[in-house]
């Protein structure tokens, strides 16, 4: 399958990238791995592509008062090889492999998967489960957006049409962060059947600030806030008896199976979450 | 100013190339039609069998999932490269042994995943186990082979570059 | 683990046996293959070649009122928009019948659809343009008028009287009916101390070649000839009918296939797409190319194994099988598959249901209905999975309602190894099986015993591991019994052709054809070892209607057994001409003297005497030095056909090994083992891997593969990332061993290997599952593939 044709701008700046996004039908080109299987399968048929893949200054990865600022255009294997990330986003260091396959990390970023917000993939679900955050930038400049209110549907994102994701935000680990992750899927590197991502805090034998993020399960990756409770009583039974999830049914599994493998997943995270990250 | 159509200069296989390819070539058609290097392969064109994963910039990327304008400036390999410059002949001369092919359509992907695998491994000074193997060569699909004798040849490579450093 | 040298070793120039068979030679054109220097159909450009994309119909069965397509014919880059009336003109329908499948019945297909599709994916328009991609923006700008029809897609209501009929012309949705009823079922049953009922599923596959179809066809008007390259597995086949719908002679045609990325059957058939591409260069003058791309494969390279078969066993207290009995109910397509028929497959299974087993009782139904889905026909091991999965399937469940080991049930009930020649219940003619000695070698290769012990500890710390089986005999070098009784225009002989050339080396010609599994090797070690010369001094020459034999090609695991005699015996003949010359050369009787080593040697002292070169170089340069009389004949063609028995039957018997997660229903597979007869083993390496790869496939039905459609007749994941094919993580190690029965239809005793691992693979997996999952009371899982939802409901935590 060959993509309908489309004009190619390479943008040299955000603001120029941004601008253009005004003009026409046009969609990002960042790592491309979502975006060229889609464009070869004629499921979309921009008129121009704008590649910020040459933009500096994104693909930074940075410490900055208590939290990790994560470039867009870094890519999935670049974070996977940081050492910054693995000690203070030991969560995404737990993802990131699990994302598709070596050559596909090696171009893939970590913008464009928050951006693209696949409901079946890992980085969203990190983001929710950390509370972090987004940046964006627009024709109005920079704002941000927390993780709870960016992913709103179905591959839809609070983004508005001009906006580009520039940054992510997370929250630097620290001596008493946990972290846990776990995913279920028929082949390694297979979208998620059910996957689980989650972050807490020690607190004393127990845990505090518990965040479960779910992805494979609905039209985003979602917190599951009565688990999260149980959690941090320490009730694990509790917490897969209270799960709130009604997955739909697709061709991979019906929406009971991932339920069950959700509350089979729960456990598994619950005993990460009370070893040291 | 925007074009269907753009004029490139890069590097393939050590050759300095410059072309006018349209925008929405990929990196693959582009190899294949443009220069008639066929050794890369179309599987899919939806970046999951990886027949057509060749190297960009020291990187393995699908050649289906990368526009060939994207490549402007950037140094691309692919199997008759690293098999001419003789960078994989240990790992050929394997597979050529132990029968780790068999219709060869997948081949050169996997050569160029591989290499990717045994080249990091011996910078970090390892020999990856099979299971490690498997893992990395599992976005490589291969009807044929069933993989075993496929990983039997890696492992064995990688024993033997190991071996060299002793 | 370290490994050592267990590599095959490797001949050299000094360390060289007389001959190659039995040796695990490396393929002398792998060079190539790994060097991304091969040339597969998809690699090949011609001169003012253009490429053809195809409109396809988005609905399972719809009219087509109009097509328009004067805004497609303006766009950039088109040459030509052609609907199926038009190009009619240019090629004959075809039906998919065999005159032997009695009573098989099919509707005339043509190359694209002319009034109405019948399956979603059908061509219903053709685009020629200077590139792919502007044949397929112009597809985008063809506006086609359907009328919408109902589709059918259940084949359990297909035959009810108000599912409408999809060819009106035939009467019914009834493709083939097959009954088979030998010995007394009903009574053997009513003599049971226990019987077993159940129904076994099969989800539909897909081949999923790594290379899709492709085929580039060559008209040149000047000479009134076309060349097709082809990636098919039948050459001399696919001649003959290019040939005979475009009415032309076949001398007017030359099929060429070189390199085929993947085939497994799905490259055997004729597809009609792939006929209408070489029509449409007829039609155009020009070379045109078409290169199915992986979302077009997955809705028209035919599928397979859509079977619901009912099944019964029934068994006495002391293990012997007293009765087996299934009702088969496959739907295929709207249209029987050319020339091979979509009745096949049904009817192996009912062959071969039972065909390991001594039990003379055995009842078998089997309908095949057409559906308005993709076409299915013959894909790797054709009807064996699934009467393997049945039988052994049945087996096993009978074992364990009488609380007996199952290979012990097996021992008891397998046709002794001094049987023979004997019959099965079906009757099915073996010359010689060796199921026990098989069931020995695999008893002791896997450590049975000891796998028992482990399952058992483990068991207890609440891990639930599983130990399976299958055996399975297997069709090999079909004799003409399989096709060409049935009015086929498709051989079972074959031929090969050797030739001296001027510097004493040999090329072998050979009707057979390579798509990865060796063909050309086993043909080069077989003539290396009958002619007598270094590997490294033969050619082989395949795939070429101009240039080899009139020959079959490779399908049905005959290449070996089949085209390698003829090499055999092609290499024999070649050596008697050149020991004729040598002979007269030397004033020796050429039966004093052979070839060794590419010299002519005394035979016995084995002295060396005449050089190959020399010899060449005297008969093709120095004739004037020849005795008078004596005309060099540096070539010669031999031909062989299997003529003693229809099929040369093989056997094997595979275990599998597995833990299943009781928690998410996952499975990992541990090991799996085969050990197979497939008589003389000509390149052992070779024969292992076509059995890993062939496991390999099998796994992918027990636990991956389905083709999902919806009521509507709609394909849900015709995609590479929703259609699970086995990738290298989830894959065990595969140990392989063997037991060798030759056949004595052939000198060289060698029957066929390429389907046994496919054959017997999702029989031992779903068996294992079940052996794991027993002891917690789940019911057993007959219904594959055997996915997490469907171990989670069986365990009842879904």
Known sequence: MKPAPFAYKKARAIEEAVALLGEQDARLLAGGQSLIATLNMRLSAPSLLIDINGIGGLDGIALKGGMVEIGALVRHAQAERSDAIAKSAPLLARALPHIGHPAIRNRGTLGGSIAFADPAAELPACLLALDGEVEATGPKGKRTIKAEDFFKGLFETALAPQEILTAIRLPAAGKDTRVGFAELARRHGDYAIVGLAASAEADGKGLKDVRLAYFGVGATAVRTKKEESALAKGDIDGAVVALDLDPPDDVQASGAVKKHLAGVLLRRVAKQLMEPA | MTDTALDISLTINGERVSERVDARTTLVDFLRDGLSLTGSHVGCEHGVCGVCTVRVNGDIVRGCLMLAVQCDGATVETIEGLSDTGEIADLQAAFEQRNALQCGYCTPGILVAAQDLLKRAKENERVPSRNEIREHLSGNYCRCTGYQAIVDAVEAVAQARAGETK | ?798
């Not at chain 3, 029809?149 to 097959?178: H, M, W, Y």
């Not at chain 3, 009807?383 to 009978?398: D, K, Q």
């Not at chain 3, 069709?475 to 049935?486: D, E, K, L, R, W």
């Not at chain 3, 050990?675 to 636990?703: F, K």
Request: one cysteine or more.
């Open chain 3, 1 to 798: 683990m370290k490994i050592t040298d267990d590599s095959p070793s490797v001949l050299t120039a000094l360390d060289r046996p007389n001959s190659y068979i039995g040796r695990s030679v490396p393929r002398p054109n792998l060079k190539r293959l790994t060097q991304g220097r091969g040339q597969y159909v998809s690699d090949i450009t011609l001169p003012r070649m253009a490429h053809v994309a195809y409109v396809r119909s988005p609905h399972a069965h719809a009219k087509i009122k109009s097509i328009k397509k004067a805004e497609a014919e303006k766009a950039p880059g088109v040459i030509a928009v052609v609907t199926g009336a038009e190009l009619a003109k240019v090629m004959t329908p075809w039906v998919g019948v065999l005159t032997h499948l009695k009573g098989l019945k099919s509707a005339p297909q043509h190359a694209i659809a002319v009034d109405r599709a019948c399956w979603q994916g059908e061509a219903v328009c053709a685009v020629v343009a200077r590139t792919r991609a502007q044949a397929e923006d112009a597809c985008e700008l063809i506006e086609i008028a359907y009328e919408e029809l109902p589709a059918v897609t259940d084949p359990e209501t297909a035959l009810d009287a108000k599912t409408p009929v999809i060819q009106p012309s035939l009467g019914d949705n009834l493709c083939f009916e097959r009954k088979l009823d030998a010995g007394k079922v009903d009574e053997a049953f009513a003599a049971s101390d226990a019987v077993v009922e159940t129904t076994f599923v099969f989800g539909r596959h897909t081949g999923v070649t790594t290379e899709p179809r492709a085929v580039v066809a060559d008209w040149n008007e000047g000479e009134q000839r076309m060349t097709v390259y082809h990636g098919t597995q039948a050459p001399h086949m696919m001649q003959d009918l290019f040939a005979k719908h475009l009415n032309l002679r076949h001398d007017q045609v030359r099929v060429l296939t070189k390199d085929v990325g993947g085939s497994f059957g799905i490259k055997v058939h004729t597809y009609a797409d792939e006929m209408a591409t070489v029509a449409l260069s007829k039609l155009i003058k020009r070379p045109v190319k078409f290169v199915a791309d992986r979302i077009e494969s997955f809705v028209t390279d035919i599928h397979a194994r859509d079977h619901r078969v009912r099944a019964k066993i029934g068994v006495k207290k002391d293990g012997t099988i007293t009765a087996f009995e299934i009702d088969d109910l496959t739907g295929i397509g709207p249209y029987s598959v050319y020339p091979r028929t979509s009745g096949i497959e049904a009817n192996q299974v009912v062959n071969l249901t039972g065909g390991p087993y001594t039990c003379p009782n055995y009842r078998a139904q089997a309908r095949v209905v057409f559906t308005n889905k993709n076409v299915m026909c013959q894909y790797r091991a054709v009807g064996h999975p699934i009467a393997v999965a049945v039988t052994e399937g049945l087996v096993e469940l009978a074992a364990a309602k009488i609380g007996m080991d199952p290979l012990e049930l097996r021992r008891r009930n397998l046709f002794a190894d001094d049987a023979y020649p004997a019959q099965s219940a079906a009757g099915l003619k073996f010359e010689k099986l060796s199921h026990h000695e098989s069931l020995a070698h695999l008893d002791a290769m896997m450590n049975y015993a000891g796998l028992r012990a482990e399952q058992k500890r483990l068991r207890a710390q609440g891990i639930y591991r599983g130990i399976g089986f299958a055996s399975f005999i297997e069709v090999t070098n079909p004799s003409a019994a399989f096709y060409g009784v049935g009015g086929a225009r498709i051989t079972s002989q074959d031929g090969a052709t050797l030739k001296l050339d001027a510097q004493g080396n040999i090329s072998v010609h050979s009707g057979v054809t390579e798509q990865g599994q060796g063909a050309e090797a086993v043909m080069a070690q077989v003539a290396a070892s009958a002619f007598g010369v270094p590997i490294e001094r033969v050619r082989v020459v395949t795939g070429d209607t101009d240039n080899t034999p009139y020959g079959g090609g490779t399908w049905a695991s005959r290449a070996a057994g089949i085209g390698g005699e003829a090499a055999w015996q092609a290499g024999k003949a070649l050596r008697d001409n050149v020991l004729a010359v040598a002979g007269a050369m030397l004033q020796a009787k050429p039966e004093t003297l052979d070839i060794r080593n590419g010299t002519v040697v005394d035979v016995a002292s084995g002295a060396e005497r005449l050089p190959l070169e020399e010899l060449a170089r005297v008969a093709y340069f120095r004739p004037d030095t020849l005795p008078s009389g004596v005309q060099a004949e540096l070539m010669a063609t031999r031909h062989y056909v299997p003529r003693a028995w229809p099929f040369a039957f093989t056997n094997g018997i595979q275990a599998s090994y597995l833990e299943v997660d009781i928690d998410t229903g996952f499975v990992k597979l541990l090991k799996h083992w085969c050990v197979e007869d497939c008589g003389t083993i000509i390149n052992p390496q070779l024969v292992d891997e076509q059995i890993r790869g062939g496991i390999v496939q099998g796994i992918g039905a027990a636990l991956f593969e389905q083709c999902l459609y919806d009521e509507r007749g709609q394909m849900l994941n015709g995609n590479m990332a929703d259609y699970l094919v086995p990738m290298a993580a989830e894959m065990p190690d595969i140990e392989c061993g063997h037991v060798v029965s030759p056949t004595a239809d052939s000198e060289l005793g060698a029957k066929g290997a390429g389907e046994a691992g496919t054959a017997g693979a999702p029989a031992c997996v779903m068996n294992a599952i079940n052996d794991a999952l027993r002891p917690l009371g789940a019911e057993p899982l007959t219904d594959m593939p055997f996915t997490p939802g469907k171990i989670l409901r069986a365990l009842g935590k879904v």
